[in-house]
C-alpha cells in the first residue's frame, strides 16, 4: 500500500513538471507568434506608408506636368513649401492614410524641383516613411554641338560631349562622346560624293558595309536618329527683350537700342557688374590685291569682315548685372571678361529683322571663375556668333553659344590678309567650355591651315538642368533625375 502510494505521488509530480513545462512551451509559442503576426502587421503598415509616400511623389510629378510653374500645391498664397497633407483612398473611396508633402521651388537658374513626401497609413499613423525625389525640365543644351546644317569637323577638333546633326557629320577630329545624325546618308557638299551619315576620311562608301568604330569615335556613332527641333532650340527675342525691358532703376536698364555706330562692347566683371561701351570703328583689312576680301575659295560669306574693335568710347560703368539675368542689345555686340558665382544671358536682336541680323563677337577671353554650376553665360544671337580677325592667340570661350538664324564660327581669312596691328589668319587653340547650337555650318578652322588649329570643345553638364536664364527648353515636361527613401 505504501508503494502504491508513493508511485502516485511520483506520477502526479511529473505531470504537474511536463504540465508545467507544456504551459511555458505553450506560452512562448503564443507570444512568439503573437511577435510574428505583431511584426508583419507593422511591415504591412510600413510597407502600406511607404507606398502612400510613393503616390505623392507620383501625384506631384503629374502637378508639375500639368502646372508647370507650380511649386505651392496650388495654395494661391505661395508663401510656404508646405507641408501640405492629402488622403490617399482606394478605388472605393475608403481612406487608407494620408501623404504630406514639402516643396522646394528651383533655385535661380535651375528646373530642379524637389520633393519629399511623407506617407502614414490610418491602421498605425505613427508609423511614416519619407521618399525624396527631384524634378526637372532638361534644357536644349543637351549637345557640345547641336546643328541644323552639315557640319565637318576636322583634324585638330577634340570634343567632350555629344555631338548632333539633323544634317549629315564629317568628322576627323577625336569624339570622346557619340557623334549622331538625323539622316541615314548624305551627299558631302565639300566633296559632291555619298557617304554615311557621321564619317570620317577613309569610310567606304554607301552601301559597302560601314566599318566598326575607329579611335575616331571613341564612344560610337549613331544614325539615323530622330531630328532635333531647331525651332526650339532658337529662343524667343521677343520675350528676352520683354524680360529685360521689364527691368529699370532709374537710368539703369537692361534693353538697349541702336547704338548709331557699330554696335555695344560689354565687359563683364567679377563684381557683378559690366562696362558698357559704344564701338566706333572696326580694324580694316588690307593685302595684296583680291586676297583679303570675301571671295573665299571655301565659300563666299554673308556678313564677311573684321569683326574687330578699332576704337571704342565709354557709355556706362560699372552696370550691376540684372536680377533677371538678361541683357539686350538691338545691335551687334561684342563681348569679354569673367563672372565669379553670376548666371547671364546677353541675347543680340533687331525687331522685326528678316536680314542684317545683330550679331556676337567673342574675341578675348570670357571665362567662369567656378565650373560647379554657379557660374553660367547664355549668348544668343539673332545672326551670328563670331570670333573676328583680331582674335586671342588662345582664345578660353566659358559659355552656351546659341546662332538662330545663322552659324558659329570664325570667318575664312586668307594667309596674306592682314590688319595695322598685324597677321591674324592663324591662331593656336579655341577652348570651348558650355555648348554650341548653331543653325548654319559651325567652324573655326579651315582646310588650307588658317583659323585656330586646335579646338577644344568641352560640354559643361551643368546646363542641362542649370541652364542660363530664359535659355530654350528641350520640352515642357518633368524628368525624374533622383529618387529614393530618406529619414522622416
Given at each position: 500500500?505504501?508503494?502504491?502510494?508513493?508511485?502516485?505521488?511520483?506520477?502526479?509530480?511529473?505531470?504537474l513538471?511536463?504540465?508545467?513545462?507544456?504551459?511555458?512551451?505553450?506560452?512562448?509559442?503564443?507570444?512568439?507568434?503573437?511577435?510574428?503576426?505583431?511584426?508583419?502587421?507593422?511591415?504591412?503598415?510600413?510597407?502600406?506608408?511607404?507606398?502612400?509616400?510613393?503616390?505623392?511623389?507620383?501625384?506631384?510629378?503629374?502637378?508639375?506636368?500639368?502646372l508647370?510653374?507650380?511649386?505651392?500645391?496650388?495654395?494661391?498664397?505661395?508663401?510656404?513649401?508646405?507641408?501640405?497633407?492629402?488622403?490617399?483612398?482606394?478605388?472605393?473611396?475608403?481612406?487608407?492614410?494620408?501623404?504630406?508633402?514639402?516643396?522646394?521651388?528651383?533655385?535661380?537658374?535651375?528646373?530642379?524641383?524637389?520633393?519629399?513626401?511623407?506617407?502614414?497609413?490610418?491602421?498605425?499613423?505613427?508609423?511614416?516613411?519619407?521618399?525624396?525625389a527631384?524634378?526637372?525640365?532638361?534644357?536644349?543644351?543637351?549637345?557640345?554641338?547641336?546643328a541644323?546644317?552639315?557640319?565637318?569637323?576636322?583634324?585638330?577638333?577634340?570634343?567632350?560631349?555629344?555631338?548632333?546633326?539633323?544634317?549629315?557629320?564629317?568628322?576627323?577630329?577625336?569624339?570622346?562622346?557619340?557623334?549622331?545624325?538625323?539622316?541615314?546618308?548624305?551627299?558631302?557638299?565639300?566633296?559632291?560624293?555619298?557617304?554615311?551619315?557621321?564619317?570620317?576620311?577613309?569610310?567606304?562608301?554607301?552601301?559597302?558595309?560601314?566599318?566598326?568604330?575607329?579611335?575616331?569615335?571613341?564612344?560610337?556613332?549613331?544614325?539615323?536618329?530622330?531630328?532635333?527641333?531647331?525651332?526650339?532650340?532658337?529662343?524667343?527675342?521677343?520675350?528676352?527683350?520683354?524680360?529685360?525691358?521689364?527691368?529699370?532703376?532709374?537710368?539703369?536698364?537692361?534693353?538697349?537700342?541702336?547704338?548709331?555706330?557699330?554696335?555695344?562692347?560689354?565687359?563683364?566683371?567679377?563684381?557683378?557688374?559690366?562696362?558698357?561701351?559704344?564701338?566706333?570703328?572696326?580694324?580694316?583689312?588690307?593685302?595684296?590685291?583680291?586676297?583679303?576680301?570675301?571671295?573665299?575659295?571655301?565659300?563666299?560669306?554673308?556678313?564677311?569682315?573684321?569683326?574687330?574693335?578699332?576704337?571704342?568710347?565709354?557709355?556706362?560703368?560699372?552696370?550691376?548685372?540684372?536680377?533677371s539675368?538678361?541683357?539686350?542689345?538691338?545691335?551687334?555686340?561684342?563681348?569679354?571678361?569673367?563672372?565669379?558665382?553670376?548666371?547671364?544671358?546677353?541675347?543680340?536682336?533687331?525687331?522685326?529683322?528678316?536680314?542684317?541680323?545683330?550679331?556676337?563677337?567673342?574675341?578675348?577671353?570670357?571665362?567662369?571663375?567656378?565650373?560647379?554650376?554657379?557660374?553660367?553665360?547664355?549668348?544668343?544671337?539673332?545672326?551670328?556668333?563670331?570670333?573676328?580677325?583680331?582674335?586671342?592667340?588662345?582664345?578660353t570661350?566659358?559659355?552656351?553659344?546659341?546662332?538662330?538664324?545663322?552659324?558659329?564660327?570664325?570667318?575664312?581669312?586668307?594667309?596674306?590678309?592682314?590688319?595695322?596691328?598685324?597677321?591674324?589668319?592663324?591662331?593656336?587653340?579655341?577652348?570651348?567650355?558650355?555648348?554650341?547650337?548653331?543653325?548654319?555650318?559651325?567652324?573655326?578652322a579651315?582646310?588650307d591651315?588658317?583659323?585656330y588649329?586646335?579646338?577644344?570643345?568641352?560640354?559643361?553638364?551643368?546646363?542641362?538642368?542649370g541652364?542660363?536664364?530664359?535659355?530654350?527648353?528641350?520640352?515642357?515636361?518633368?524628368s525624374?533625375?533622383?529618387?529614393?527613401?530618406?529619414?522622416?
Amino acid at each position: 500500500m505504501k508503494n502504491r502510494t508513493k508511485n502516485a505521488g511520483i506520477i502526479l509530480v511529473n505531470v504537474l513538471v511536463f504540465a508545467t513545462i507544456a504551459i511555458i512551451l505553450t506560452t512562448a509559442l503564443v507570444q512568439w507568434g503573437a511577435t510574428i503576426l505583431k511584426n508583419e502587421t507593422q511591415l504591412t503598415n510600413s510597407q502600406q506608408a511607404f507606398e502612400i509616400a510613393e503616390s505623392g511623389i507620383d501625384y506631384y510629378k503629374w502637378h508639375l506636368n500639368n502646372l508647370p510653374s507650380d511649386y505651392y500645391d496650388g495654395n494661391a498664397s505661395r508663401t510656404s513649401p508646405g507641408p501640405y497633407v492629402h488622403s490617399f483612398q482606394d478605388k472605393d473611396g475608403n481612406t487608407l492614410g494620408q501623404f504630406s508633402l514639402k516643396i522646394t521651388p528651383p533655385a535661380t537658374g535651375t528646373t530642379i524641383v524637389t520633393v519629399k513626401s511623407t506617407g502614414t497609413s490610418s491602421t498605425t499613423p505613427v508609423v511614416s516613411r519619407s521618399i525624396q525625389a527631384q524634378f526637372a525640365i532638361p534644357s536644349f543644351a543637351q549637345y557640345a554641338v547641336v546643328a541644323n546644317d552639315n557640319m565637318n569637323f576636322g583634324a585638330g577638333t577634340i570634343t567632350y560631349g555629344p555631338i548632333q546633326s539633323n544634317y549629315g557629320v564629317h568628322f576627323d577630329g577625336t569624339a570622346h562622346n557619340i557623334v549622331s545624325s538625323a539622316l541615314s546618308t548624305y551627299v558631302d557638299p565639300d566633296t559632291g560624293l555619298t557617304e554615311y551619315a557621321v564619317y570620317t576620311t577613309g569610310d567606304p562608301h554607301p552601301p559597302t558595309t560601314q566599318p566598326a568604330d575607329s579611335g575616331i569615335f571613341l564612344a560610337g556613332r549613331q544614325f539615323p536618329v530622330p531630328t532635333v527641333d531647331f525651332v526650339g532650340i532658337t529662343t524667343n527675342l521677343n520675350n528676352l527683350e520683354t524680360i529685360a525691358n521689364s527691368e529699370k532703376n532709374g537710368s539703369t536698364i537692361y534693353n538697349y537700342t541702336s547704338s548709331g555706330v557699330q554696335g555695344y562692347y560689354i565687359q563683364l566683371n567679377t563684381n557683378d557688374t559690366f562696362n558698357l561701351y559704344k564701338v566706333n570703328s572696326l580694324v580694316s583689312l588690307a593685302g595684296n590685291p583680291n586676297s583679303c576680301t570675301n571671295n573665299s575659295t571655301e565659300q563666299r560669306e554673308s556678313g564677311w569682315g573684321s569683326w574687330s574693335i578699332n576704337t571704342k568710347t565709354l557709355y556706362k560703368s560699372s552696370v550691376p548685372f540684372p536680377s533677371s539675368g538678361v541683357i539686350f542689345f538691338q545691335d551687334n555686340v561684342w563681348v569679354d571678361g569673367a563672372i565669379n558665382t553670376a548666371r547671364l544671358t546677353i541675347a543680340a536682336g533687331i525687331p522685326g529683322a528678316t536680314s542684317n541680323y545683330a550679331n556676337i563677337t567673342v574675341n578675348n577671353n570670357l571665362t567662369y571663375t567656378n565650373f560647379n554650376g554657379q557660374d553660367v553665360i547664355g549668348l544668343i544671337a539673332q545672326g551670328n556668333i563670331n570670333v573676328g580677325f583680331v582674335s586671342a592667340d588662345n582664345l578660353t570661350v566659358d559659355a552656351a553659344l546659341v546662332a538662330q538664324n545663322g552659324r558659329v564660327g570664325r570667318y575664312y581669312y586668307y594667309s596674306s590678309c592682314t590688319s595695322p596691328s598685324g597677321y591674324y589668319y592663324d591662331r593656336t587653340t579655341l577652348n570651348l567650355v558650355g555648348m554650341i547650337a548653331t543653325n548654319q555650318r559651325y567652324g573655326f578652322a579651315y582646310s588650307d591651315g588658317t583659323g585656330y588649329m586646335n579646338r577644344n570643345i568641352t560640354y559643361d553638364s551643368n546646363l542641362l538642368y542649370g541652364p542660363p536664364p530664359s535659355f530654350p527648353l528641350a520640352s515642357s515636361q518633368y524628368s525624374t533625375i533622383s529618387w529614393g527613401e530618406v529619414p522622416n
